[in-house]
């Protein structure tokens, strides 16, 4: 059982200094809009990833006009662990366990798994490729630390091919030789993350198929595909063959950095196909899936992060989500702006819900 | 800051270039040689200057050197067909203070990392695919940190001298000797059993 019991957010967000306790499985937190209901959930998400959901450069976190900024949680899993996170007025980051800081931040990835749901999170079906590649990593890297470590690998060399070819640009002489070295370490790299997210988007279709159809009720099937350049040819292979595309871009234009998720109903490409409801039905479907996969693996619950999300949900379906969550034995917080709804739902499990109001 | 004297202040800024060095740690430095008779100034000063217009670098390994051709060159009692290649000179050092080597070296000057703008043309690498043909070197070690820029550097290299009739090895990485096992990072960890050695060998050695 995995437990957050006690947050201490400073400078964080919208808390100048705030101490909060969880005493209970599920915690409802409910206020005005702009009263801080996200920034509980996304310190919670800032422990167990190091980083925030939302804002992608660290210095955003910290509230408006002041310097430095601190997150203290305690979590309890068969023992008490302390977790810090601390931005310094220089903008350095520190990240503590029991009062240990981490040399490496990325060797914390995984021991306290959360699963995030927000209402922006339609994105992954709407948006860009990135973000599903991102959602993919996300999970994968709490599931195994050496898939994270590749990632980041991968990263670099891809930036110093990169750099290269650039440099390239600028100069007459080609030097191949070192070209060739950087496309045989993206090769074999690049071939483990592939096998890595093959193994992992199996997983993801079932289980993504098996909560759509118990959350909507229909019939319809959802196709989860994953899409590779590597599936028709080695990346070596792929590199060499259009290095000259790779030269006059000055990128790379092959690799699993182009990898995607596509997501199908009915035949249909699922953002043109789906409703608003399908839609919505179809990210909580992959959202647990995300959920029961880690839990699985890592035989403990992840925390649940569910931010607004009764807005989009009839009554239904959120008493069938709650239903479903509440029996897997997860943590959970949840933000409505409006406390009646959340007691309305959570009827049932009355004496299990912890009421915060902002 | 205020001085009375334009010679301190100026001496006070020349110090503060230094790295590591702040205003006020330059001031006590320079009061500190106020202190001392002219004679060892001069000596100070001198073994400054010098040092910058007499140093060479070695025409063979671009180690730092007196001469045209440094001491470890020179060296008769050390192996001459087995070259060990470094990042800098602080690694030449570094190995040599083990007192376990005695072979020659071969200086880089930087290891390849596009990103920083070094390529392989910035490296010594030239000099030393020539030196291994001409002084017909049978063992070329490679010393490089263990990153992605040092394995880059290494593979280049070995790319290089495919050709030529040379044993090319790399130094072993793993547990660090005195390390608690359970203290060493995973990926270290891992190399080191995938990478293991036959108990007999360490004990012939």
Redesign the interface.
């Known amino acids: 059982m995995l437990r957050i019991e006690k947050i201490s957010l400073y400078h964080f967000r919208n808390y100048t200094n705030q101490e909060f306790s969880f005493d209970k499985q599920i915690i409802s937190i409910t206020g005005k809009n702009g009263s801080g209901k996200t920034s509980i959930l996304d310190a919670i998400h800032f422990l167990c990833f190091t980083k925030s959901y939302f804002l992608h450069i660290d210095s955003l976190v910290i509230t408006n006009g002041l310097q430095g900024m601190r997150i203290n949680g305690e979590f309890r899993t068969d023992k008490l662990d302390t977790l810090t996170c601390i931005i310094r007025d220089n903008g350095k980051k520190e990240f503590l366990k029991n009062s240990v800081a981490y040399t490496q931040f990325s060797r914390h990835i995984g021991q306290f798994p959360c699963v995030f749901i927000a209402p922006d999170d339609t994105e992954l079906i709407t948006g860009s490729s990135e973000g599903r590649r991102k959602f993919m990593d996300t999970i994968i890297s709490q599931l195994s630390v050496d898939y994270l470590d590749q990632i980041i690998l991968y990263a670099k060399i891809l930036q110093q091919r990169n750099a290269l070819l650039k440099q390239w640009h600028l100069q007459s002489a080609q030097d191949y030789p070192l070209l060739q070295i950087y496309t045989k370490q993206l090769q074999t790299i690049g071939h483990i993350i592939h096998q890595y997210r093959i193994d992992f988007c199996k997983q993801l279709a079932t289980k993504t198929n098996e909560f759509y159809t118990y959350l909507s009720e229909e019939k319809e099937q959802v196709i989860i595909q994953y899409q590779s350049q590597l599936e028709s040819a080695s990346l070596e292979d792929l590199l060499t063959q259009n290095i000259e595309k790779d030269i006059r871009t000055q990128r790379t234009n092959y690799g699993i950095h182009k990898d995607d998720l596509d997501f199908e109903l009915n035949g249909m490409p699922f953002k043109q196909a789906a409703s608003q409801g399908q839609r919505k039905s179809f990210l909580f479907g992959l959202k647990l899936a995300q959920f029961f996969i880690i839990q699985a693996q890592k035989n403990k619950s992840p925390i649940l992060l569910l931010d607004d999300i009764f807005e989009k949900l009839d009554e239904s379906r959120s008493h069938k989500l709650i239903d479903f969550l509440v029996k897997q034995n997860a943590q959970i917080f949840i933000t409505h702006t409006h406390i009646e709804q959340v007691k309305k739902t959570f009827k049932e499990y009355q004496d299990q819900v912890q009421f915060i109001e902002l | 800051m205020i001085f009375s004297s334009t010679l301190i202040e100026n001496c006070v800024n020349e110090f503060s270039k230094l790295p590591g060095i702040g205003k006020k740690s330059a001031l006590r430095l320079v009061l500190h040689l106020l202190k001392q008779d002219k004679n060892s100034i001069d000596q100070f000063a001198n073994a400054m200057t010098n040092m910058r217009n007499q140093i060479q670098f070695c025409r063979q390994c671009h180690n730092v050197s007196d001469h045209e051709i440094c001491k470890i060159c020179t060296d008769f009692s050390r192996k001459k067909k087995q070259i060990c290649v470094v990042e800098s000179i602080r690694d030449v050092m570094a190995i040599e203070a083990t007192q376990q080597y005695n072979g020659l070296y071969h200086v880089l000057g930087g290891i390849?990392?596009?990103?920083d703008?070094i390529?392989?043309?910035q490296l010594k690498i030239t000099s030393l695919i020539e030196r291994i043909t001409q002084e017909e070197i049978e063992e070329m070690i490679m010393a490089l940190s263990p990153t992605?820029?040092g394995?880059?550097t290494t593979?280049?290299i070995t790319?290089?001298a495919q050709h030529l009739n040379v044993k090319i090895t790399t130094i072993s990485k793993g547990v660090a000797f005195g390390g608690e096992l359970e203290y060493a990072?995973?990926?270290t960890l891992a190399r080191s059993i995938l990478n293991r050695l036959p108990i007999v060998d360490i004990i012939s050695n």
């Open positions: 390849i990392s596009p990103l703008g390529g392989p043309e992605l820029e394995d880059t593979y280049y790319k290089k990072d995973e990926l």
